[in-house]
C-alpha cells in the first residue's frame, strides 16, 4: 500500500550543505511557496513521513548529487553518533 502523493517540508538542514560553522539563511536560499528539487532520503511507512533533500539536488538541473546516497548516509550516521 502506498501513501499517494504527499505535500513534503524540508528540514532546514537539508536545504544547502553547510560548510564550518556557517549560519544558514533559509529566507536567503528559498521563500514560501517556491518550486525546488528535492530528492527522498527516507521513508518512515509506519509514520508516513518522507524525509526530503535539497542539497543533494542540483537547483538549476534537478541532478542527483549523491546517487549513491554516501553523502547522505555519512551524514546521517554522524547525527546518530551524537
Do not use: C
Not at 532546514?12 to 528559498?30: H, L, R
Not at 525546488?36 to 532520503?41: G, R, S
Amino acid at each position: 500500500e502506498g501513501m499517494g502523493s504527499k505535500w513534503g517540508l524540508v528540514h532546514f538542514t537539508q536545504i544547502q550543505e553547510k560548510v564550518g560553522d556557517e549560519k544558514i539563511e533559509v529566507a536567503e536560499i528559498v521563500n514560501v511557496g517556491d518550486s525546488v528539487w528535492v530528492k527522498v532520503v527516507d521513508v518512515d511507512i509506519e509514520n508516513q513521513k518522507i524525509g526530503l533533500s535539497m542539497k543533494y539536488v542540483d537547483q538549476k538541473t534537478g541532478e542527483d548529487l549523491d546517487p549513491f546516497n554516501v553523502k547522505h548516509q555519512k551524514e546521517k550516521e554522524r547525527e546518530e553518533a551524537r
